[in-house]
């Protein structure tokens, strides 16, 4: 695997803070320079560590690149003081570092650990010095979560609290040819595979172990079961562990020195043998006349009202429910799908309702809000429906139901299907003209659909 070797420079900042971007020095008390190239950042107190700072734009070096060496290389400015100084070296410790404003800006950043630059012998004019090796410092900054190729890297020094400065040239100093330089040389990281999630059978009958396995086998996995994409602050993958409900399983892969992998996913489903129940969003009633020459439709919407459905006063009248969210998968097989109203008055004793009950043959069944919508929908109902004879007597507040098990397989095995769509049922009436209906309550918690899948 070869090395890279690359040298970046310092750039100019906004006009906001030329000043303190553009001139730096190590000092350690209020000496200051009268330069207009240089600045010192001295405090007003020989106690107060003093400090400057250079900012390296558009950084190329992969995330999580192996560094190899790295050190920043000035050009001396001027002799000093002619004592030797120590100063500590330091990159701030962020993904993507912005100039500070002042010092109290500078003074606030967080910082890498230090690296001592100890005895630093008196400077000539345009004359280079190295930092002693920082490439552990850095690799902190280049490890870093959030850290990507081409933003950009603040290094800082600080004074040891020895009475003594260096200057170094400013960016504008000599056309720009002395400004600070950083130099790396980097090992950029292969990209780790996706881990295996296991079992691959995304459907399970019960509670299960689920694995995850990646390579190198001593790299982290890191999972989520929310659906989110994991990095490398979610769960840490040490066993298999159990899953006993519908969910999402997404992991990738992280070892130093190399690039994370993408993310693996597996969303699983256990099957239900127990019926789920599922409720309406809203109900609609709809009577459709079938006078020569027809009366107007009428058509009531509401959430708090009974409804006919069956033969009544001249008319066959039919009912539209949504059933919302229906947390079944795609391709299951439907054991049973009980359709439950409720009477809100005793059946008519002149002769028993003969209703058919479809659905909408769509993905994603709509609500119902308009007669037109209905009248345009009629000719897109399932191919499978189901007869449901109610027979006269039955008293109100009974449940009455219906399994249209082939009614909803139909929906469920549609290609566009997806867990958590709804499905809009139709009964329809198929009394003879006579006299034939019952009369059910449509609020939300007296329909519903009762499925069992496997």
């Known amino acids: 695997m070869s090395s890279t070797t690359t040298t970046f420079t310092t750039t100019t900042c906004s006009t906001t803070t030329t000043t303190l971007t553009t001139t730096t020095s190590f000092t350690t008390t209020s000496t200051s320079s009268t330069s207009s190239t240089t600045h ?36 001396g400015y001027a002799p000093g003081d002619g004592i030797d100084t120590d100063v500590q070296c330091y990159f701030e410790n962020a993904d993507d570092s912005l ?16 690296v001592a630059w100890k005895n630093i012998e008196e400077w000539k004019d345009n004359y280079p010095y190295q930092t002693p090796q920082l490439k552990d410092i850095l690799q902190t900054v280049i490890n870093r979560s959030g850290w990507e190729s ?10 040891d609290g020895l009475d003594s400065y260096r200057l170094w040239s400013a960016i504008e100093h000599r056309g720009g040819v002395e400004k600070a330089r950083l130099k790396v040389s980097w090992i950029a990281p292969k990209k780790l595979d996706p881990p295996v999630i ?11 172990d689920c694995e995850i396995h990646a390579y190198p086998t001593d790299a982290s996995i890191y999972y989520t079961l929310d659906g989110s994409n994991p990095n490398d602050n979610d769960i840490l993958y040490s066993s298999p562990f159990e899953i006993s409900s519908n969910k999402i399983v997404k992991a990738r892969v992280y070892k130093p020195y190399w690039t ?59 009912i539209h429910q949504r059933i ?64 449901w004879a109610i027979p006269p007597g039955e ?10 098990n082939n009614v909803i397989q139909e929906i469920i095995d549609r290609p566009g299907w997806a867990s958590g769509n709804g499905i809009s049922v139709f009964v329809k009436d198929g009394t ?17 659909l009762d499925i069992a899948y496997t």
């Open 260 to 318: 994370y992998s993408n993310i693996a996913e597996k969303s699983y489903s256990l099957y239900s043998a127990t019926p789920l129940r599922f409720g309406v969003q809203s109900s609609l009633d709809l009577n459709q006349y079938t006078y020569n020459p027809p009366l107007i439709p009428s058509f009531y919407q509401g959430a708090n009202y009974e409804v006919y459905v069956g033969y009544r006063q001249g008319r066959h009248q039919d």
């Open 198 to 208: 296991t079992p691959v059978e995304t459907f399970q009958l019960s509670a299960f």
């Open 150 to 159: 081409g933003n950009n890297i603040l290094f800082t020094a600080k004074n």
């Open 324 to 387: 919302h969210n229906v947390t079944v998968h795609q391709g299951a097989t439907i054991n049973t799908a009980i359709l439950t109203l409720q009477l809100s008055q005793d059946t008519t004793t002149f002769y028993p309702a003969t209703l058919y009950v479809y659905a909408l043959d769509a993905d994603n069944g709509v609500q119902i809000e308009t007669q037109s919508e209905w009248e345009s929908l009629m000719s897109n109902l399932t191919t499978a429906s189901k007869m």
């Open 432 to 448: 003879p003209e006579v006299i034939g209906f019952m009369q059910v309550n449509h609020l939300v918690d007296e329909v519903f």
């Open 99 to 114: 100039p500070p404003s002042d010092k109290a800006d500078l003074d606030t950043r967080e910082l890498t650990s230090g």
């Open 395 to 404: 008293l109100a507040g009974t449940d009455i139901s219906v399994d249209i």
């Open 40 to 75: 010192s950042t001295s405090t007003t107190t020989t106690t107060a560590p003093n400090a400057g700072f250079c900012l390296f734009r558009n950084v190329t070096i992969p995330y999580n690149s192996r560094i190899l060496k790295a050190v920043v290389e000035f050009t």
